[in-house]
């Protein structure tokens, strides 16, 4: 019984580490944008300043 629950442990810790690297993913992806934006908008800044 032991080695079942096991098996299934082995199975399900790849899913959750798969879905957390996938929240990580996601999150960085969203800072990312707001990094390019905001960049963006410096320099558009910065254009209009000269």
Known sequence: M???LRADEAQRAPA???AA???VLAKLD???K???QLTEQLVEM???AK
Do not use: G, T, Y
């Open 34 to 36: 707001q990094v390019i």
């Open 46 to 48: 910065k254009l209009s």
């Open 30 to 32: 969203a800072r990312l």
């Open 2 to 4: 032991s080695e079942v």
């Open 16 to 18: 959750e580490k798969a």
């Open 21 to 23: 690297l996938d929240d």
